[in-house]
């Protein structure tokens, strides 16, 4: 018995002209005459095995004859290089056997499907080539951020889901019953690994964060997975160059490995456009952003957040990533320090993806002086009897830093060209949606 082979395995070519032995999930079936070309899934990729009448036993020919879409298999046969085959290689099948027969009328078949009906069988729909991509391009993603920060000395470092003050304001935090007291599920990392770098340095999280968004948009998730760096004596400029670095380096790594560049040209991205994205990335002020909007017809207030808009008219001018810095203090959280120079505005910086995307990363620098914290505490009508702990760490040897929260599923919904958050993710959380 020939040892089990990965389909990605035979298609890089390992196996030309042996025997294997593959497992997986009938993934499409023809049949012609006699022979019946079996398209078969295993997790690595997927490959044509074709039977032929007169090459196994008859009660096997029937079988396949029979098989239902998605059944699990069992299959030999010899590889054989075919030009003609997706892939450039077929099984040729000498014997096959069920594991499993799936019910008849697999709910999704090849024709169109609405969006609804794809999210209420989101767990028969990840296994579609498109979303079968997009989640390996995604690991692919975090395999390299991870590489990056760990190969220049960020430590991984992990803080609580359940809290109990916010980072980023109370208009969306999910409140949890915690025993008798009300809970929340954590919008970001960010406070706590203000703690941590006096423990660790420079660290970094990827993590879930929640956000109990109230409005239906494209780039909205309830609960998002959130990749946070924080940085002891950086400034705004340190952690831009750091946001650049990092995102430089798994675009390329992902733009040089050729099943990956197979699986974004598939989706409809080129390479080339994502290598664009060089560093140093543009940088323009908040300021300059209201210019520009307001030179182009836009009508817009400073002192306001960006919104879908605005980010998306001025994502239209740059073909890569770009920083918008220095936004009003009142755009922005508590915690962003105020711009010595300039105190109406703060040292922060959003990263906005190219073509319409917007922003895929938040960040800039702390407050690190106990009294400016507690004046912008105060501002933004927060108690500071929440946040003692936070504000202890401005006592015990404090320092200027900076740090930044990067939205993977925004990122990927980038990378792999979506027109929906909702497929950078398996199993999306929205407005309305928690099933499956
Ligand atoms: O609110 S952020 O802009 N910033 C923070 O949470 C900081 N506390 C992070 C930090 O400095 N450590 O969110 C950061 C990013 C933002 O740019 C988006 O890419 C993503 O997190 N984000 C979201 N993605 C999907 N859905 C939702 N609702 C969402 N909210 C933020």
């Given at each position: 018995?020939?040892?089990?082979?990965y389909?990605?395995?035979?298609l890089?070519?390992?196996?030309?002209?042996?025997?294997?032995?593959?497992?997986?999930?009938?993934?499409?079936?023809?049949?012609?005459?006699?022979?019946?070309?079996?398209?078969?899934?295993?997790?690595?990729?997927?490959?044509?095995?074709?039977?032929?009448k007169?090459?196994?036993?008859?009660?096997?020919?029937?079988?396949?004859?029979?098989?239902?879409?998605?059944?699990?298999?069992?299959?030999?046969?010899?590889?054989?290089?075919?030009?003609?085959?997706?892939?450039?290689y077929?099984?040729?099948?000498?014997d096959?056997?069920?594991?499993?027969?799936?019910?008849?009328?697999?709910?999704?078949?090849?024709?169109?499907?609405g969006?609804?009906?794809?999210?209420?069988?989101?767990?028969?729909?990840i296994?579609?080539?498109k979303?079968?991509?997009?989640?390996?391009?995604?690991?692919?993603?975090l395999?390299?951020a991870?590489?990056?920060?760990?190969?220049?000395?960020?430590?991984?470092?992990?803080?609580?889901?359940?809290?109990?003050?916010?980072?980023?304001?109370?208009?969306?935090l999910?409140?949890?019953?915690?025993?008798?007291?009300?809970?929340y599920?954590?919008?970001?990392?960010?406070?706590?690994?203000?703690?941590?770098?006096?423990?660790?340095?420079?660290?970094?999280?990827?993590?879930?964060?929640?956000?109990?968004?109230?409005?239906?948009?494209?780039?909205?998730?309830?609960?998002?997975?959130?990749?946070?760096?924080?940085?002891?004596?950086?400034?705004?400029?340190?952690?831009m160059k750091?946001?650049?670095?990092?995102l430089?380096?798994?675009i390329?790594?992902?733009?040089?490995?050729?099943?990956?560049?197979?699986?974004?040209?598939?989706?409809?991205?080129?390479?080339?456009?994502?290598?664009?994205?060089?560093?140093?990335f543009?940088?323009?002020t908040?300021?300059?952003?209201v210019?520009?909007l307001?030179?182009?017809?836009?009508?817009?207030?400073?002192?306001?957040?960006?919104?879908?808009?605005?980010?998306?008219?001025?994502?239209?001018?740059?073909?890569?990533?770009?920083?918008?810095?220095?936004?009003?203090?009142?755009?922005?959280a508590?915690?962003?320090?105020?711009?010595?120079?300039?105190?109406?505005?703060t040292?922060?910086a959003?990263?906005?993806a190219?073509?319409?995307?917007?922003?895929?990363?938040?960040?800039?620098?702390r407050?690190?002086?106990?009294?400016?914290?507690?004046?912008?505490?105060?501002?933004?009508?927060?108690?500071?009897?929440?946040?003692?702990?936070?504000?202890?760490?401005?006592?015990?040897?404090?320092?200027?830093?900076?740090?930044?929260?990067?939205?993977?599923?925004?990122?990927?919904?980038?990378?792999?060209k979506?027109s929906?958050?909702?497929d950078?993710?398996?199993?999306?959380?929205?407005?309305n949606?928690?099933?499956?």
């Open positions: 018995m020939p040892k089990p082979a389909i990605s395995e035979i890089s070519g390992r196996y030309s002209n042996e025997e294997v032995f593959i497992r997986g999930w009938l993934h499409n079936k023809r049949s012609s005459g006699g022979i019946h070309f079996l398209i078969v899934r295993d997790g690595t990729g997927v490959i044509q095995c074709t039977m032929k007169d090459k196994v036993d008859s009660s096997v020919f029937e079988e396949a004859k029979k098989l239902t879409l998605e059944s699990t298999l069992e299959l030999m046969g010899v590889v054989r290089e075919d030009k003609r085959a997706p892939g450039g077929e099984v040729h099948v000498s096959l056997r069920v594991i499993n027969r799936a019910k008849d009328g697999f709910p999704i078949a090849k024709k169109y499907h969006p609804d009906f794809l999210l209420d069988n989101r767990h028969l729909w296994r579609s080539q979303m079968q991509r997009i989640l390996r391009i995604r690991a692919e993603f395999k390299a991870r590489e990056w920060l760990d190969e220049n000395g960020f430590t991984e470092f992990h803080a609580p889901t359940l809290i109990t003050a916010a980072c980023e304001g109370g208009a969306t999910f409140s949890v019953r915690y025993f008798d007291k009300t809970a599920l954590t919008q970001s990392w960010q406070l706590y690994a203000e703690a941590a770098i006096a423990s660790l340095g420079k660290i970094y999280t990827i993590a879930p964060s929640f956000r109990a968004e109230k409005s239906k948009t494209r780039r909205h998730l309830t609960e998002f997975w959130h990749l946070e760096v924080e940085v002891p004596w950086c400034d705004l400029e340190g952690i750091i946001e650049e670095e990092l430089f380096h798994v390329r790594r992902l733009c040089e490995k050729p099943s990956t560049i197979r699986d974004l040209e598939a989706l409809g991205r080129s390479p080339s456009d994502l290598l664009k994205a060089e560093p140093p543009p940088r323009i908040y300021d300059e952003a210019e520009i307001n030179r182009d017809g836009i009508k817009f207030e400073w002192g306001n957040d960006l919104g879908w808009i605005e980010e998306k008219h001025l994502t239209l001018k740059f073909d890569k990533p770009f920083f918008v810095t220095h936004y009003p203090r009142r755009a922005k508590f915690y962003h320090k105020p711009d010595p120079n300039r105190p109406e505005v040292l922060s959003d990263l906005l190219p073509e319409g995307y917007g922003e895929i990363t938040g960040g800039g620098q407050i690190d002086d106990e009294n400016e914290l507690l004046e912008r505490i105060k501002e933004n009508n927060l108690n500071p009897n929440d946040y003692e702990w936070y504000i202890d760490l401005r006592r015990w040897g404090s320092v200027p830093h900076a740090g930044f929260g990067l939205g993977v599923e925004r990122t990927i919904m980038w990378i792999c979506l929906h958050i909702r950078a993710i398996a199993f999306p959380r929205l407005l949606r928690v099933y499956p």
